[in-house]
Each structure stands twice: as structure tokens, then as C-alpha cells.
């Protein structure tokens, strides 16, 4: 972020005190607290109900969550000479939610369970203009990028190490890919499935929960989306698993922790477990992949889909412990 960013605060009835540079924004102490104003990524045209839904949480007292500034003409996005768009939220001094601890993921998914209580919108009209979030189409387009993929490699005549590590598996993820989605299309949803009138974070993971003297706040909506509300917990869960060796006792304290303040239907427990089911790991290892320079493949790669295939038996254990009939 440049310099004249800055100047963009004019724009804003605030009295800056001073600011400094952070990770990809400018932070602000004001006469309005602490402020950040950063680089606004999301659709431009949904900024408006991103504001509504902040909104409604505040007003709900149950969770705190980040606030978006409106400049002195009442707009929600400001734009630099680039025609750059930008937002002005509110900051809070604290630290992310730390994956090691256990009592800390635990709070966090009570959390979860208690902005997903705060987050029915139904008596709002603008929810009505919300697109709904289908996974199985998600899905669907996530195996055509993988057949793709696969074609490619088989046709290609020489291979890495990486490749054709990948290739020894290939088969394994890309037909787990294909029974999920299938199974999901058939049998996770049941009556009104799109009818959902409770808004999702859209990117919860302990990235985005910060821990402040005054309690936990929850921050960066931009993603927030019509979805089944497992869609949050199924992310939340998945970052902590992978990190966790998919330990079957931190995602039961996690699904309890949740389950503490909103119970999961029968249907939350399929999307749920579809959900986790699907490779998605594998499909984000092999879009990386395939999208970016081929002629020199980063080490990491080999050591994200070493560890992905260690950790598969451990996962579907998971799978079987927590979801067995």
C-alpha cells in the first residue's frame, strides 16, 4: 500500500492523531479509536449488505464483530487516483485465536455457534437479493478442474518428482472427489434447502478471531455468504484438524463447544460431514499447481501433499469416529 492511501482519511470526518503501516493496510489512531483502512477486495456490489449484517450483529449485543466507517458523503468504499477501492474498519489491539490451544478453539467455536444465533436476517428485504451458495455446483466445477489437471499430466512426457508423486495418487482423491459429490447431491439436503435466511462469515479461522482484553472480536466479513452456517465450522474445523493430525478428541470438544449454545439439525451433521469429506486440500494443492510456473515447482508443494497423503488414513478414521451412525 502506498503512501497516498493515506490521504484518503480526508475524506473522513475523523481527527487522525497518527498512523502506521501494517500487513498490506495503514493503521490509524483517531479520534474514533483505532481504525485500519486497507485495500477493499470483495465485490463492490455487496459492500452494502456487508454493512447491513455488521450492523445487525452490533445490535444483537451477543458477539462483537468489526464495523465499516462511511466518509463524509455517507459511501461505504472510497477510491484512490487509480481508482483503487478502499474501506475504513475498526481496529482492535489483540492477537489472533492460537490453534494450539484447546481452550481457545473451544471459546472460539462457542463464538461461532453465538454469531450464527445473532445472524438470521430473514426480516431484512436485501436478503432476498443475496445469491445462495450451492457446494455441490462448487464442487462439481472443482472436479472438472481436476480431470483437467490429470489429463495434463498424463499427456505430459516428462515429469518432476512431484508430479509424478501426484500422479501415484491421483486416482485415490479424484474418485473420493466424485463419490462425495454425488452423495451430497442425493442425500444432504432436505426441505426448503436454499432457504437460508442465516448469513455466514464466510472465512472464519483463527486468522480472523481476535483475542482483546475486552473479549474475542470477530473481523474481515468481506467473504460473508448465504450458506448452510456448517460452512464456517467445517473451515474453522478443517484449518485446526489438518494442523491437529485430525485428532477425533479436538473435534469432538469442538462440535460439543458448538453444540453448547446452537444445536446442529440432522442435516448440519450431513453437510457437515461432506463437507470435511470432500479432498479439498488435495484440489487447492493441484490448482496451485496447475496455475502457476511449471518449469520449477516450489518445495513446499511436495511437502504439503507428502503431509496430506500421511495424514489420509488418520482423516478417514475421523470421518468414521465422529460420523458413524
Known amino acids: 500500500m502506498n503512501d497516498r492511501a ?38 463492490v456490489d455487496k459492500i452494502g449488505f456487508q454493512d447491513l449484517f455488521l450492523k445487525h450483529i452490533k445490535e444483537s449485543g451477543i458477539v462483537r464483530a ?6 463524509k458523503d455517507g459511501e461505504l468504499i472510497v477510491y484512490d487516483q487509480e481508482r483503487v477501492p478502499y474501506l475504513v474498519k ?16 473451544g471459546h472460539a467455536a462457542v463464538t461461532l455457534a453465538r454469531l450464527h444465533n445473532a445472524a438470521d436476517l430473514s426480516a ?15 464442487y462439481e466445477k472443482h472436479n472438472r478442474e481436476l480431470k483437467k489437471v490429470r489429463r495434463f499430466l498424463w499427456e505430459k512426457s516428462q515429469k518432476t518428482d512431484f508430479e509424478i508423486y501426484l500422479m501415484k495418487h491421483y486416482d485415490y482423491f479424484m474418485n473420493n472427489a466424485l463419490q462425495v ?29 481476535i483475542q482483546t482484553d475486552e473479549g474475542t472480536v470477530l473481523i474481515n466479513f468481506e467473504k460473508c455468504v448465504r450458506d ?32 453448547k449454545e446452537r444445536t446442529m439439525t440432522p442435516g ?7 463437507r470435511l469429506a470432500y479432498p479439498e486440500k488435495f484440489w487447492k494443492i493441484v490448482n496451485f499447481y496447475y496455475n502457476s510456473g511449471k518449469a520449477w515447482i516450489p518445495g513446499r508443494n511436495m511437502e504439503k501433499i507428502e503431509k496430506l497423503f500421511a495424514q489420509e488414513r488418520e482423516k478417514q478414521l475421523f470421518l468414521e469416529s465422529i460420523f458413524q451412525p
Open 124 to 138: 431484512y428485504e436485501e436478503l432476498s437479493a443475496q445469491p445462495v451458495f450451492r457446494i455441490e455446483k462448487e
Open 90 to 105: 475498526t481496529y482492535y489491539e489483540g492477537r489472533e485465536c492460537s490453534h494450539r490451544s484447546a481452550e481457545e478453539c
Open 268 to 274: 448440519d451433521h450431513k453437510q457437515l460431514y461432506y
Open 181 to 209: 459429490t454425488d452423495e451430497l447431491r442425493y442425500d444432504a439436503y432436505e426441505g426448503d434447502s436454499y432457504g437460508f435466511t442465516v448469513i455466514c462469515h464466510g472465512d472464519y479461522q483463527y486468522h480472523n478471531i
Open 6 to 43: 493515506v490521504s484518503l482519511l480526508d475524506q473522513y470526518d475523523i481527527e487522525v492523531n497518527r498512523t502506521w503501516k501494517g500487513r498490506g493496510a495503514i493503521l490509524c489512531d483517531s479520534d474514533h479509536g483505532l481504525l485500519i483502512l486497507k485495500e477493499y477486495c470483495g465485490p
Open 228 to 259: 448452510y452456517p456448517v460452512r464456517d465450522l467445517y473451515l474453522f474445523m478443517r484449518k485446526l484438524l489438518e494442523k491437529n493430525n485430525w485428532s477425533q478428541t479436538l473435534g469432538d470438544m469442538l462440535l460439543q463447544s458448538y453444540n
Open 66 to 71: 468489526e464495523s465499516i466507517l462511511r466518509n
